[in-house]
């Protein structure tokens, strides 16, 4: 089993940042895939980013390259999410993932963590 924790959520202007963190533990978190997903209500959780267990590859939904930052530290088995730039259309409840492959975190990932909200206002 894999435990995630959300933290670093909140209400920011547009315009400003916000980091994200996912805490992790349970097994070797740090062979996982993580990623970061979001939903806002009515719709379906959305895609945001992803890396490999070692960070060497990450992927990004077209909406937020260039403004989003997706990182890890293995050391500490937290993953981060820095957004910059921020826009009304962030706004959304964060979700953290893992999965042990790749190809799958980025679709249907194994674990979840709770969520943390994030409002962004105009």
């Known amino acids: 089993q894999v435990q995630l924790v959300e933290s670093g959520g909140g209400l920011i202007q547009a315009g400003g940042s916000l980091t994200l963190s996912c805490a992790a533990s349970?097994?070797?978190?740090?062979?996982?895939?993580m990623g970061w997903f979001r939903q806002t209500p009515g719709k379906e959780r959305e895609f945001v980013a992803a890396?490999?267990?070692?960070?060497?590859?990450?992927d990004y939904t077209t909406s937020v390259k260039g403004r989003f930052t997706l990182s890890r530290n293995n050391a500490k088995n937290t993953v981060y999410l820095q957004m910059t730039s921020l826009k009304p259309e962030d706004t959304a409840v964060y979700y953290c993932?893992?999965?042990?492959?790749?190809?799958?975190?980025?679709?249907?990932?194994?674990?979840w963590g709770q969520g943390t909200q994030v409002t962004v206002s105009s």
């Open positions: 993932a893992a999965d042990i492959r790749t190809t799958r975190v980025r679709t249907t990932p194994a674990y």
């Open positions: 890396t490999t267990w070692d960070g060497s590859s990450i």
């Open positions: 349970g097994r070797t978190v740090s062979s996982y895939a």
